[in-house]
């Protein structure tokens, strides 16, 4: 079955950096596209980051351009958030989550998240 | 950014009743839209896509409708495991946006 793993999240200072980690399985991880998506405590949904299957397309929220880099790994499905000069508000659940294979950018199965704390 | 409005924030519905949720676009979107429902604790759960296809293994109680701007999520006969949060989503347009959601509880 389909599962998706998120690690790396927990406590970080203000401008400090994270990488998180989504480990897949259940799937064949190359023909996907993959996306980040965030949840702020008490807060709704906030999609982050998206990458094709191949690397290409990539697209980010206005929120996290020039901070946050997503990438993939195909031979170790696994797909990756590298965040920098984090800050307070970018404190949330983020989730792995994978699209279809149409391509269209919703998405099927999510992870179970990960929490990232930014505090001083 | 295409701004997604749901209405009414909270939900008030007695078991077995039904519940119409409503989430409106900044602009067309034509049928691009997902909703979602999330439960405390818990990951998203994809339930329509394309405006009124139901994914796969959801309840024929969930239906979706609408297109251009104006989107509704129907749930016929809620069951307990139905009170929920619940997000729309549009694809249509770059950044991806959700709407705020709807929290549907028990009256």
């Known amino acids: 079955q389909v599962q998706l793993v998120e690690s790396g999240g927990g406590l970080v200072k203000p401008d400090g950096s994270l990488r998180l980690s989504c480990a897949v399985s259940g799937f064949n991880f190359s023909d996907y596209y993959m996306g980040w998506v965030r949840q702020a405590p008490g807060k709704g949904l906030e999609w982050v980051s998206y990458i094709g299957s191949r690397n290409i397309p990539i697209y980010y929220a206005d929120s996290v351009r020039g901070r946050f880099t997503i990438s993939r790994d195909n031979a170790k499905n696994s797909l990756y958030l590298q965040m920098n000069s984090l800050r307070v508000d970018d404190t949330a659940v983020y989730y792995c989550?994978?699209?279809?294979?149409?391509?269209?950018?919703?998405?099927?199965?999510w992870g179970q998240g990960t929490l990232v704390t930014v505090s001083s | 950014e295409t701004l997604m409005t749901q209405s009414p924030a909270t939900l008030s519905v007695s078991p077995g009743e039904g519940a119409s949720l409503s989430c409106r676009a900044s602009q067309s979107v034509s049928n691009t839209l997902a909703w979602y429902q999330q439960k405390p604790g818990q990951a998203p759960r994809l339930l329509i896509y394309d405006a009124s296809t139901r994914a796969t293994g959801i309840p024929a109680r969930f239906s979706g409708s609408g297109s251009g701007t104006e989107f509704t999520l129907t749930i016929t006969s809620l069951q307990s495991e139905d009170f929920a949060f619940y997000y729309c989503q549009q694809y249509s347009h770059w950044p991806l946006t959700f709407g705020g959601g709807t929290r549907v509880e028990i009256k």
């Open positions: 989550a994978r699209t279809v294979i149409s391509r269209a950018p919703y998405f099927e199965f």
